[in-house]
């Protein structure tokens, strides 16, 4: 069966500092990928998908960076967070077509 | 731009009644709509989907109606329950675009 690990669970970071949340899926290939942030009263917000390796299409533009260096390996990055970037991040994995599987989500705080 | 709209932020039902979540969606090209429910800290889990060939779909104690007309689709939730309190999420997507546009939720309570 198939599975999606996202870690960690919570981070709390400083303004300025990097970010690097990882994700991974076990148990089907060349799955579609996503990056989710949920926001307050914004719903669930699509960042990045990927539809193979390096791969990428960003949705909203803003601090972030997504990467996909391996078939079901993907990593949201930042340089700098800003306080903004504060929010509940969930990794997807899906086929467009069906239904797409969420992984636990982190909460970022950045302070 | 809000593609995928859910107009009542929250809801409250009594446990054993009917709960109804509603959607609006703006894009025409949407064929395969989803329900995903949410608890606190944690990811969303999918509950009943519904391609745009169908305008109902039914799994247990929830099904799905779609009005393609209308741009409209709603979750109902019969009997409901307290574990049934959380946040529910529509999502849709387009044939060949590989994206889920998902709503803002509606937080459901289920009072016992």
């Known amino acids: 069966s198939q599975t999606i690990h996202q870690w960690p669970a919570t981070l709390v970071q400083p303004v300025g500092s990097p970010l690097s949340l990882e994700c991974t899926v076990e148990?089907?290939?060349?799955?579609?990928l996503y990056w989710y942030r949920q926001a307050a009263g914004r719903g669930l917000q699509l960042l990045f998908y990927?539809?193979?390796?390096?791969?990428i299409s960003s949705e909203v533009p803003q601090n972030l960076s997504a990467s996909r260096p391996q078939d079901r390996q993907f990593i949201l990055s930042s340089k700098k967070l800003l306080l903004s970037d504060s929010g509940f991040y969930l990794c997807a994995w899906g086929r467009g077509d069906t239904e797409a599987f969420f992984g636990q989500g982190t909460r970022l705080t950045v302070v | 731009d809000q593609q995928v709209k859910q107009n009542s932020p929250s809801l409250s039902v009594q446990e054993g009644r009917i709960s109804i979540l509603n959607c609006d969606y703006t894009n025409s090209m949407f064929d395969y709509f989803l329900w995903y429910k949410k608890y606190p800290a944690e990811g969303p889990t999918f509950l009943i989907s519904i391609s745009s060939i169908k305008d109902k779909n039914e799994d247990g104690r929830f099904t799905v109606f779609l009005n393609k007309s209308a741009k409209h689709l709603s979750l109902h939730i019969v009997p409901s329950q307290p574990g049934d309190s959380a946040v529910y999420f529509c999502a849709a997507s387009a044939e060949g675009t590989y994206k889920y546009i998902f709503g803002t939720g509606t937080r459901l309570k289920v009072l016992a």
């Open positions: 148990g089907t290939s060349n799955p579609n």
């Open positions: 990927s539809v193979g390796i390096g791969q």
